[in-house]
């Protein structure tokens, strides 16, 4: 790789995990375009989207491990929620990608449509601003309630193949009645451990390019720590606001995919 492309990688890697430690999504839905469309916009290379998928997975393990090591260093996260989800959402997510085989790729596309809708939609809805402190001092939720939730945004997740903190985030706010920093916090965790067995599975596969996967992890780790103490920086009001304009945003780009794959209006 060229000086120039290995830059922009970390560039690309210190951005995208910023998102994912400021927001708790994960970072998949900020990556893959930037490692996909930035390099080739910048004229200094281009990855094989193959590839782009492959450093996305790690990517986002990476980011999710760094985000939410500085949150429970800030003690905003729930052990209870990360690790019940965690385990829920591997579940799902391993069902979801065996079903998502048999169904056609534009309705997969429709499915995360429809998924970023619902979650742009949630995290406008009132609740999660109150921030209790210590998490797991002060805080008990109903464990059914967490696996339900966690294990259903998983398999979704699994389904379309892409990540779920976009959909977690504002589900556990509405659903299990987190508050948003808590839930910021201990969805990097759940992410981390449902990642882990998407990129062992690539690893095994050989799916990752390490040259790239580990240039991008050079900005990836200062910039989830970065993001992650942003967030502790920001208002919950405001936090809901960027995450609320982030997953709309994220809904009308995968909306208008949907358009041109179906060939809507088109004479």
Do not use: C
């Not at 999710?64 to 929620?81: E, Y």
């Not at 892409?162 to 659903?175: E, K, Q, S, T, W």
């Amino acid at each position: 790789m060229t000086v120039s492309l290995v830059a922009t990688l970390v560039g690309v890697g210190f951005l995208g995990s910023f998102f994912a430690g400021l927001l708790g999504i994960g970072g998949a839905l900020v990556m893959f375009p930037l490692l996909l469309y930035v390099p080739p916009l910048l004229g200094v290379g281009q990855l094989a989207v193959k590839d782009v998928v492959g450093v996305t997975m790690a990517l986002v393990f990476v980011a999710a491990v760094s985000g939410f090591l500085a949150h429970r260093r800030q003690r905003a996260i729930s052990s209870q929620l990360t690790m019940i989800g965690g385990f829920a959402g591997i579940a799902g997510s391993f069902v979801g990608a065996l079903a998502s085989k048999w169904v056609d790729d534009t309705w997969l596309l429709v499915v995360f449509a429809i998924l970023a809708t619902v979650g742009a939609v949630l995290i406008l809805l009132p609740g999660g601003e109150e921030d209790p402190a210590p998490a797991d001092a002060t805080m008990r939720f109903s464990p059914l309630r967490i696996a339900v939730v966690a294990g259903g945004v998983g398999l979704a997740a699994g389904f379309v193949g892409a990540g779920g903190g976009f959909l977690l985030v504002p589900l556990l706010v509405v659903v299990v009645g987190m508050p948003v920093r808590v839930t910021i916090g201990s969805s990097l965790g759940i992410t981390a451990m449902a990642a882990t067995a998407g990129v062992v599975g690539k690893l095994i596969t050989h799916q990752i390019p390490f040259v790239p996967a580990l240039t991008v992890a050079l900005g990836a780790i200062p910039g989830a720590q970065l993001g992650a103490a942003a967030s502790h920086r920001v208002s919950t009001r405001n936090l809901k606001l960027v995450l609320a304009i982030t997953i709309v945003l994220v809904a009308l780009r995968v909306w208008w995919d949907v358009v041109r794959a179906l060939g809507i209006g088109r004479g």
